[in-house]
């Protein structure tokens, strides 16, 4: 006799179960967002405060640890699940993750609070991002992912030297910070 098993429904919200979802969708709508504003600053002469980051800086930042740092931890938070077969953070935890990085967005493009609250709370998002997948990697001890978890950590560090830079400790610590990002970005693209 055939049995077909009932799929089991998960509590709580759909969007917080994988996180692919909050986080593609996160990306999506900044990516609008971002574009507006880029294109109001670039070709309309908008004057954005930015948190007193210049725009080109922040544009530049924005595209790679804002956007494609999202679709980064979306696709990972995912495919680590997958990977692995135990369940990455979802449900609160995910959320909190989330807004995390969402709330660091906002601070430069409202213009709220300072650059070391930006710095403090982007490069939180960055090791609680590491914590999340490097859980399940190390729980099914598939070492083999061990170069994931070092380019993240390594953007962690591009990060911290990019705010190094607009703080004035490292002398062209911006550009240092996003071109490492840059290229860390195409490494784990190339690794996937």
Not at 83 to 110: D, E, H, N, P, V
Not at 176 to 184: A, E, N, Q, T, V
């Amino acid at each position: 006799m055939l049995t077909i098993n009932q799929p089991q429904k998960s509590p709580g919200i759909a969007l917080l179960q994988l996180g692919f979802r909050p986080f593609f969708l996160g990306a999506t709508a900044f990516s609008i967002v971002a574009i507006i504003l880029w294109m109001g600053i670039f070709t309309f002469g908008w004057q954005l405060p930015l948190l007193n980051i210049p725009p080109t800086l922040w544009h530049a930042h924005e595209m790679l640890f804002g956007y494609a740092l999202a679709v980064i931890a979306g696709f990972l938070l995912t495919a680590v699940k997958n990977w692995t077969g135990y369940q990455t953070i979802q449900g609160i935890k995910l959320l909190s993750l989330f807004m995390i990085w969402l709330t660091a967005r906002l601070l430069s493009i409202l213009n709220i609070g300072t650059i070391e609250i930006l710095a403090i709370l982007d490069n939180l998002f960055i090791i609680l991002l590491i914590l999340a997948v490097a859980r399940p990697i190390i729980k099914a001890k598939q070492w083999a992912q061990a170069g994931i978890l070092a380019k993240l950590l390594l953007m962690l560090i591009a990060n911290l030297v990019f705010y190094g830079g607009l703080m004035g400790f490292i002398e062209n610590g911006a550009s240092i910070g996003i071109y490492s990002c840059l290229y860390l970005i195409l490494a784990l693209v190339f690794v996937m």
